[in-house]
């Protein structure tokens, strides 16, 4: 079993930045592939990013591509995404989610084995 607490979101204006962060806590991280997603009302949990199990390999939705970066601690159990240059847009729920999978990229619900309770990040125009 893998715990996952997301933290670091918040109500920002169009252009700010904001740091999200995961925590893991369990069976070792170092083992997980780690992605973010996100969910606006209304709509289905979306891609965001990925980063695999060392952090050699990331990749990432086209809408986050060079505003978005994910990188991860192994040695603190964390997981971040630094999202620079906000937009309305970017506003909803994101989630992290840890996969018990190695040496491909990650980008689907279905293919993540754990989830956080995901926090609310708002832009506003």
């Known amino acids: 079993q893998v715990q996952l607490v997301e933290s670091g979101g918040g109500l920002v204006q169009t252009g700010d930045s904001l740091r999200l962060s995961c925590a893991a806590s369990?069976?070792?991280?170092?083992?997980?592939?780690m992605g973010w997603f996100r969910q606006a009302p209304g709509k289905e949990r979306d891609f965001v990013a990925f980063?695999?199990?060392?952090?050699?390999?990331?990749y990432y939705a086209d809408s986050v591509k060079g505003r978005f970066t994910i990188s991860r601690d192994n040695a603190k159990n964390t997981v971040y995404l630094q999202m620079n240059s906000l937009k309305p847009e970017d506003t909803a729920v994101y989630y992290c989610?840890?996969?018990?999978?190695?040496?491909?990229?990650?980008?689907?619900?279905?293919?993540?084995?754990?989830w956080g309770q995901g926090t609310q990040v708002t832009v506003s125009s």
């Open positions: 989610a840890a996969a018990d999978r190695f040496g491909v990229v990650v980008s689907k619900t279905y293919e993540y084995d754990y």
């Open positions: 369990g069976r070792a991280f170092s083992r997980y592939a």
């Open positions: 980063i695999n199990n060392s952090g050699t390999s990331t």
